[in-house]
């Protein structure tokens, strides 16, 4: 049973525009969400969070968007950048279930094209 | 932030032996660690809960005597591969929460490949 997905495996996007990076969740428990970016042979680096209290964060050029009546959050990349090319995975936590313990979804590899 | 490391960062070993990969959090002491296991192009799979002190906590499906975790202090889990074959070839990551981070906010090692020939 596959909680949190992330249904496109991957996206091309060029240089300067915008990357929007989906993922959806079925476990309403789940109240924290994260986004981490993967380069091969190398572990996962966070890259931004959100709470359920709110419906957005931002970092920089990294905007989280959370829906939680749809269980759907998206992080949007502007501008894109080459290299922002990586896997970008969508995971999720809830004090009630798991406390630290993530689920990921299964990642979405993001090609920035010069 | 939180640096984890984690050794080695690759090994290749023959059918049958036992390999054991450490995980330390360099900078802050964890008294909780993880370990996930990648396979090619799929998502981390979270394997085991690992406790200072304490019985680690196996997700379901995963052998803890195939799998042996220790933490035996607050900066070092050790995650063995006992009797190890080709299928337990993988990708495997451990992370660290640091007391006092934000929720679920985990720092991740670089990741041990394991090679079975």
């Known amino acids: 049973d596959q909680q949190v997905k992330q249904n496109s495996p991957s996206l091309s996007v060029q240089e300067g525009r915008i990357s929007i990076l989906n993922c959806d969740y079925t476990?309403?428990?789940?109240?924290?969400f994260l986004w981490y970016k993967k380069y091969p042979a190398e572990g996962p680096t966070f890259l931004i969070s959100?709470?359920?209290?709110?419906d957005k964060n931002e970092d920089g050029r990294f905007t989280v968007f959370l829906n939680k009546s749809a269980k759907h959050l998206s992080l949007h990349i502007v501008p894109s950048q080459p290299g922002d090319s990586a896997v970008y995975f969508c995971?999720?936590?809830?004090?009630?279930?798991?406390?630290?313990?993530?689920?990921f979804g299964e990642g979405t590899q993001l090609t920035v094209n010069p | 932030g939180a640096v984890v490391s984690q050794h080695p960062s690759w090994v290749i070993c023959k059918s049958g032996t036992s390999v054991k990969i450490e995980c330390r959090s360099l900078?802050?002491?964890?008294?909780?660690m993880f370990w996930y296991r990648q396979f090619p192009k799929q998502s981390l799979m979270l394997m085991a809960t690992?406790?200072?002190?304490?019985?680690?906590?196996?997700e379901q499906g995963v052998e803890k005597d195939k799998f042996l975790i220790n933490h035996a202090s607050l900066t070092l889990s050790t995650l063995t591969v006992t009797s190890a074959h080709p299928e337990d070839s993988s990708f495997y990551i451990c992370?660290?929460?640091?007391?006092?981070?934000?929720?679920?906010?985990?720092?991740f090692g670089e990741g041990s490949r394991l090679t079975v020939l």
């Open positions: 992370s660290a929460r640091s007391e006092g981070a934000d929720t679920g906010e985990l720092f």
């Open positions: 476990n309403s428990m789940f109240d924290y």
């Open positions: 959100i709470s359920s209290i709110k």
């Open positions: 995971a999720a936590s809830g004090w009630e279930t798991s406390g630290s313990r993530l689920t």
């Open positions: 900078d802050f002491q964890a008294t909780t």
């Open positions: 690992s406790n200072e002190g304490s019985k680690a906590t196996y």
